[in-house]
Structure formats: C-alpha cells, structure tokens
C-alpha cells in the first residue's frame, strides 16, 4: 500500500518562498508519476506540476511555470515542490499523489494521495 507524507506548508507573506515534500513508501515507484495538486476553499482540486519517477520529466501548470519546481530524490523516495514568487492566489492545500503510468493533469486519474500540507501566502 502507497503511502504519501507531505510536509514543509505554512504561512508565508507574498513574494516569499516555501518548499513542500512529500515522502513516499509502500513499493517501488519506477513506473510511477508522482504529482501535486492543490485545493483552495470553494475550489476543485487544480493540477500544479507532476514528475516521471524514473526519467525525472517534469511538466508543470502555466499558473504555476516560471514560479514552481518539482524535483525527486529517488534515494530518499521524496519528491519536492520548491514554489518561488509566492502570491495570496497560491493559498491552498496541497496534495502530493501518485499514479502508476504517464502523467496527466486530471486528478480522477491519481490512485494515491496524501493527507495534504496548508500553504497559506498573506498579502
């Protein structure tokens, strides 16, 4: 069973930067896209960046390119969320998730999320 433990949300003023983990353990993730979705109050959940495991490609939101980074550490089984540029519009939760096979931004898709991380950006 995938278990996703993410870590590293807060408050933090605009302009600021924050960077989220999400540690990963349950099986081997070398067929995984492991991604990160957000959800903020009277909102659906919204795909931010998601990466392949194994290759390390990464595709990332255009609310979020330029601003946002995904990265992993297979050694640590941890994938991160370095979020740059922060703006009160980021305000949210923040799920990381995986699905075995190719990334795509629908969240239906994702068998396995986490419990979530509170990201809040005061303006």
């Known amino acids: 069973q995938v278990h996703l433990v993410e870590s590293g949300g807060g408050l933090v003023q605009a302009g600021g930067s924050l960077r989220l983990s999400c540690a990963a353990s349950g099986r081997t993730f070398s067929s995984s896209t492991m991604g990160w979705f957000r959800q903020a109050p009277g909102k659906e959940r919204e795909f931010v960046a998601a990466?392949?495991?194994?290759?390390?490609?990464?595709y990332t939101a255009d609310s979020a390119k330029g601003r946002f980074t995904i990265s992993r550490d297979i050694a640590k089984s941890t994938v991160y969320l370095q979020m740059n540029s922060l703006t009160p519009e980021d305000t949210a939760v923040y799920y990381c998730?995986?699905?075995?096979?190719?990334?795509?931004?629908?969240?239906?898709?994702?068998?396995?999320w986490g419990q979530g991380t509170q990201v809040t950006v005061s303006s």
């Open positions: 998730t995986e699905r075995e096979g190719f990334p795509t931004p629908r969240a239906q898709e994702y068998d396995n």
């Open positions: 990466i392949i495991w194994s290759r390390g490609v990464t």
